[in-house]
């Protein structure tokens, strides 16, 4: 049997469970080191498969795609349980071994069972990170969240027994909508990967998470999803168009958005979007793209993640417009903030230009002018709400007077490492280009990409500059903000809160009806034959269920009827 990256990571977080308070931190680092070193050893082409009811099952199997997503997973664990090296709450620190080997366990999954399996159990990981903040809008949230993330593992596993009915075969393939079960599967990847109208789970539930709790959710889930597009739907057309729509959208959001994190929830759909539009191209150099552009997201994301938890921790507070002036006693987490902005901003020489340049330059070579345009205006934006925004109302614009400590050495330490491959990877991008699932013939420091992106970073931060000597910049205002989640938040509990009531009402006019009807019964048995022959309770009851047969039989009669 293979050592396949999840056992070992699953056989942590039962030794983490087990290990001593003082021990256990250790071990939650060494873990995931060894799982790296251990996935690095592995055969390019090994393949684990079991039989278990008739069925033949592959736990684990390899290729290019899945090995850099394993690494990926790995390094992004290994920064997490740094940066969360203080937290001793025993619940997040299993999950912080159980969600990234739940994540491994999808990405290296043959057949959509076990896909499924691990589909699921990354969502049940995932919640202590949520609930472990302690407040009741977090636990809100986290129930929000976990009835998103079941119903899309009721998807997924509905799209594989339709596609076992029809085939007689489940196995992760290249698939496209006219394959059975497809629309499932589909549905339950859009879900995960906070697709238009199904995202509100994503910017309801990360912001109110632990400040580490954020760094792992945002490593995780949606990059598990867009690994199961890569090797499901490449290729499929609608999937450009979804991307551009999730690029797009949600910087007006960010835009007027208070909690910081929160914008970063909305920046991750934004980056998400290029993923998913550079999958639905699918062609090597986007899926090259979309690929390396996931890499960098979890390492700059995690940045962002880590600043602004770091301020959390120290502060209390998250909230834009209760921020400001920090850079004077937090200058390196203001420092390290700065690197994160840079490289989402894909600004030249950090690690966003090198990967979304790529699924930018594929846009063109497939005449998408148009969505070309339209991630243009995306790439703008983002500059806007998570290259400037975010470093701007947290640690310059007004003073706030606080005057908190610097972040904990270990989450400086975390921060750096990030900051670091943020910079190695933009400087020298092909140690990744070469482990791509496709090989690299792109250069990205030609000069029509570099003069493009500069003019549109100066242009971007010229357009801030004036909005905010103006005073049209949306002001930061204490309060949330509700997209497509005012449905099921504010709408449906109204429509619940209406049945409910009328319900209420109904059933004290029927059982008024009812009580009365008996009441006037009661005097007439009491003069019948059978009144001397049992006790008045008994009778009460056999009249009560008379009654309640005499209606069930005339419903039916009714219904039959019609």
Partial sequence: MINAPFLILYAGALAALLTPASLRRHVLLAVPV?????????????????????LDLVPFTMDRLSFIFGVLFHVAAIIGIIFSWHVTDRPQQVAALLYPGSALGVVYAGDLLTMFVFWECLALASVP?????????????????????????????????????????????????????????????????AFPMLHNWLTDAYPEATPSGAVFLSAFTTKVAVYALARTFAGLDLLIYVGAIMACFPIFYAVIENDLRRVLGYSMINQIGFMVCGVGIGTELAINGAVAHAFNDVIFKGLLMMTMGAV????????????????????????????????????????????????????????????????????????????IKIPYFAFFAHDSGKRP??????????????????????????????????????????????????????????????????????????????????????????????????????????????????????????RQSYDLLMPWHVRGMVLITMVFLAGLLAVLYLHRGF
């Avoid at 996935?39 to 393949?47: E, K, R």
């Avoid at 390290?336 to 490289?343: Q, R, T, Y």
């Avoid at 846009?363 to 709400?385: D, Q």
């Fill in 405 to 526: 400590a610097e972040a904990p050495r270990h989450m400086l330490v975390a921060m750096s490492l990030a900051a670091g491959l943020c910079v190695f990877i933009g400087s020298y991008p092909w140690l990744l280009y070469g482990h791509l699932p496709f090989a690299v013939d792109y250069m990205p420091f030609d000069v029509p990409h570099v003069v493009e992106q500069v003019q549109l970073l100066f242009f971007s931060a010229l357009a801030f500059v004036w909005l905010q000597l103006a005073g049209l910049y949306p002001p930061e205002l204490k309060s949330t903000n509700l997209d497509a989640e005012w449905f099921y938040r504010k709408a449906w509990p109204a429509f619940y809160g209406l049945l409910y009531g009328t319900a209420v009402t109904l059933g004290s006019r029927v059982r008024s009806v009812v009580t009365g009807t008996v009441a006037l019964m009661i005097p007439f048995l009491r």
């Fill in 129 to 193: 990170f949520i609930t472990a903040r302690g407040t009741s809008r977090a636990v809100r949230a986290a129930i929000r969240y976990l009835v998103f993330q079941v119903l899309s593992g009721v998807l997924l596993l509905t799209g594989a027994l339709v596609l076992f009915y029809e085939t007689g075969g489940i196995d992760v393939g290249p698939m496209d909508l006219d394959h059975p079960g497809a629309v499932f599967i589909l549905a339950a990847f859009g879900i995960k990967a």
């Fill in 312 to 387: 959390l921790f120290r502060t209390g507070e998250i909230r834009g417009s209760e921020l400001g002036g920090l850079f004077r006693t937090m200058p390196g987490t203001a420092g390290l903030c700065l690197v994160g902005a840079a490289s989402i901003s894909a600004f030249p020489l950090f690690s966003g230009f090198v990967s979304k340049s790529m699924v930018m330059s594929a846009l063109l070579a497939e005449h998408h002018e148009l969505v070309w345009l339209a991630m243009l205006f995306a790439s703008a934006g983002v500059f806007h709400h998570a290259g």
């Fill in 34 to 54: 060894a799982g790296l070193v251990n996935l690095l050893s592995i055969s390019p082409d090994a393949v684990w498969q079991i039989g278990l009811f008739g």
